[in-house]
């Protein structure tokens, strides 16, 4: 055994979205996710429909990393997929690294929109893996989810998506 103590963060976001969640649910999926977010890239592994379903894999690019680093790319998997309740799960994970779980819950709202409450956990692996989550902070982890928010919502309002 080893003296190895796993890091686990997590952090919750709740978006407000300018559509029902039937409109907003397709765009929760890797293949969708390239018609609303700039430079999002993904490599599908397997889908029976071509799209997010329950079991889907698909893998994305890993930014330039020390060569301490055991994969080029994320893997991902779909755990949960209910589209009539509007909610998905994924869990991704950087080998050797960190394991996320992502979870997704549209709720309607006033007016035609959709609050999308979501919730990222996330857990090192390795000692490697809990120094990359010492740069998770809540501030990072809000702009990021701003910066969704903002991409996916001039998508549902133009169908068109933001320049990078």
Known sequence: MTAFKSYRIAYEYTQTNPATPDKVFPLLCPVREADWLPGWQYRLI??????????CIFTTPNPPAPAT?????????????????????????????ILTELSI?????QHGATHNHIRFRYTGLSPEG????????????????QNWE???????RTGKKMSA
């Open 130 to 145: 809990n120094r990359e989550l010492e740069g998770y902070d809540q501030r990072s982890f809000e702009a990021k989810m």
């Open 105 to 109: 819950q549209l709720i309607p709202a």
């Open 69 to 97: 680093e055991s994969a080029p790319e994320t893997t991902w998997i779909v755990t949960d997929y209910d589209p009539f309740a509007f909610r998905i799960k994924y869990v991704w994970m950087k080998p050797g690294l």
């Open 150 to 156: 903002t991409t996916i919502n001039h998508y549902l």
């Open 46 to 55: 397997y889908s029976d429909s071509g799209v997010a379903e329950l079991g």
